[in-house]
């Protein structure tokens, strides 16, 4: 085995500590124990009662703050709306030791990688930015699965800063949850996750509230089938989230609305010249596209 196999393949943990135990920080935990990759699993979070159902459920052994974190772990993952991240990291510098690894799960990550440098400075080596393509509309610990990064991707975003060393862990430690571990540059992921993630959620978010805020909304949503759920399910999710999301990412966001935009008026021209044949074409298209993709 080279030493970068040797480096992933036996990666595991001491002491994790997880900020944030909800549905993403609470399956890290979960799917690293059952592959018996850490020993001992801290939690920090702003709400008593979710850290104690956190640990009745089992993903972690023990409730601390942040410094306590900071203090004994390994490895601390931030699983916390990104707009929080900037606060937490900097409580942590004062008391992170030097062979401590940092790392995130944020939806963005342009702006982690700026919040993360501007709150740890010289410590900004130890943040290895990452961003695992998983989830559900539901939150909290008792959401949290062993199973949700099987065969999903893991998109690790590096500073130049980090250490190969650091970088390989976390990819080990990533594959042994089941996911697939590939890198980029944060713009082109902030680009690129605009497009298939959050842009959806945007249109998902402004169609229900639009439907539920409508005078008639009762019989609309009594007769609304499958295709509605489907359509709507992601508006499920957590707003305080989602709007750290839109925030960070707003450039990129903006973006693609204007295109989704130019594309909504020409299929809107379409139907109103009764074009049945442009019509056709490109319901064609997306459903060999929808098709094609699984
Ligand atoms: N939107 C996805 C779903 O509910 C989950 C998800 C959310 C994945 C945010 C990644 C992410 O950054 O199916």
Not at 26 to 41: N, T, Y
Not at 138 to 154: I, K, M, Q, S, W
Not at 219 to 234: C, E, K, M, Y
């Amino acid at each position: 085995m080279n030493a970068a196999a040797e480096a992933t393949g036996q990666a595991r943990v001491d002491v994790l500590a997880v900020v944030g135990v909800g549905l993403i920080g609470g399956s890290f935990a979960a799917a690293l124990r059952a592959a018996g990759r850490v020993g001992r699993v801290l939690g920090v979070g702003r709400h008593a009662h979710t850290l104690q159902q956190a640990q009745r459920l089992g993903l972690i052994d023990e409730a601390v703050d942040l410094r306590q974190a900071a203090a004994s772990a390994d490895l601390i993952m931030l699983a916390t709306p990104v707009g929080a991240m900037g606060r937490i990291l900097s409580e942590l510098k004062p008391h992170l030791r030097a062979g401590t690894l940092v790392t995130d799960v944020g939806s963005t990550k342009a702006d982690v990688a700026r919040t993360a440098r501007a709150a740890l400075g010289e410590c900004a080596a130890q943040f290895v930015p990452g961003h695992p393509i998983a989830g559900a509309e539901r939150t909290g610990p008792e959401a949290a699965d062993a199973t949700l990064y099987r065969g999903r991707n893991v998109v690790l975003t590096p500073l130049a800063e980090n250490s190969m060393d650091a970088r390989l862990r976390l990819t080990g430690l990533w594959e042994s949850c089941g996911a697939r571990v590939l890198t980029m540059e944060p713009e082109a992921h902030d680009v690129v996750l605009a497009s298939v993630s959050h842009v959806p959620h945007f249109l998902a978010s402004v169609y229900m509230e639009q439907v539920a805020a409508s005078r008639d909304s009762d019989v609309r949503l009594s007769l609304a089938g499958t295709g509605f759920r489907d359509f709507t399910r992601i508006a499920a999710g957590s707003a305080e989230m989602w709007r750290d999301i839109f925030l960070a990412n707003r450039a990129a966001v903006l973006s693609e609305l204007r295109e989704i935009r130019q594309a909504l008026a020409q299929a809107e021209q379409a139907l109103e010249r009764e074009d049945g044949q442009d019509l056709y074409d490109w319901l064609e298209r997306a459903a060999l596209a929808r098709r094609l993709w699984g």
